[in-house]
C-alpha cells in the first residue's frame, strides 16, 4: 500500500469516528504534505514526533 492510500484510509478512520477535517488534515500539514513530506496524521504520531512537529 502506498503513502497516499493509506493517508486516505486514515482519513476516513478518523472521519468515521467524528473528527473534525481540521483536526486531523490541518493546514500546515496539508502544505508540508504538498511540499513532500511523508508522515501520519498527528493522532497517529507518538507524543515526540507531535511535539517535533509543533
Request: aromatic share 16%.
Given at each position: 500500500m502506498d503513502y497516499e492510500?493509506?493517508?486516505q484510509l486514515a482519513y476516513k478512520?478518523?472521519?468515521d469516528?467524528?473528527?473534525w477535517k481540521s483536526?486531523?488534515?490541518s493546514p500546515i500539514a496539508t502544505?508540508?504534505?504538498k511540499l513532500g513530506l511523508?508522515?501520519?496524521p498527528?493522532?497517529?504520531q507518538s507524543f515526540?514526533?507531535?511535539l517535533c512537529f509543533v
Open positions: 492510500t493509506k493517508l478512520e478518523l472521519s469516528k467524528g473528527v483536526n486531523y488534515n502544505l508540508l504534505r511523508c508522515f501520519p498527528p493522532y497517529y515526540l514526533q507531535t
